[in-house]
Nanobody, 121 residues
Framework: QVQLVESGGGLVQAGGSLRLSCAAS????????MGWFRQAPGKQRELVAEITGDGSTNYKDSVKGRFTISRDNAKNTMYLQMNSLKLEDTAVYFCNAYVKSTPFLASGAYWGQGTQVTVSS
């Protein structure tokens, strides 16, 4: 199977920066699209940013210009650079990836366990 492990979360003051990482391991033939989602208390999980296999990106409007998603295909790792953090960015951040484990199987969707990001005033 495939495992996704996030790291880099923590406590930061408003206006500060954090960099999240998501490392994929296991039975991987190819990783297609990857994305970062977040879930704040009492709210639904929402897409923050996504990146396709060829590097095309898409962002939630409220993070455009502040967050940057990237990936290192050689390391099977995705990143989220978060700058100018705001109180409303506080949430658990999850990584998601669509992974082909063999050339003959369809991609499966995998999730990480989540990492807490807390922005304080």
């Amino acid at each position: 199977q495939v495992q996704l492990v996030e790291s880099g979360g923590g406590l930061v003051q408003a206006g500060g920066s954090l960099r999240l990482s998501c490392a994929a391991s296991g039975r991987i033939f190819r990783i297609n699209s990857m994305g970062w989602f977040r879930q704040a208390p009492g709210k639904q999980r929402e897409l923050v940013a996504e990146i396709t296999g060829d590097g095309s990106t898409n962002y939630k409007d409220s993070v455009k210009g502040r967050f940057t998603i990237s990936r290192d295909n050689a390391k099977n790792t995705m990143y989220l650079q978060m700058n100018s953090l705001k109180l409303e960015d506080t949430a658990v951040y999850f990584c998601n990836a669509y992974v082909k484990s063999t050339p003959f199987l369809a991609s499966g969707a995998y999730w990480g366990q989540g990492t807490q990001v807390t922005v304080s005033s």
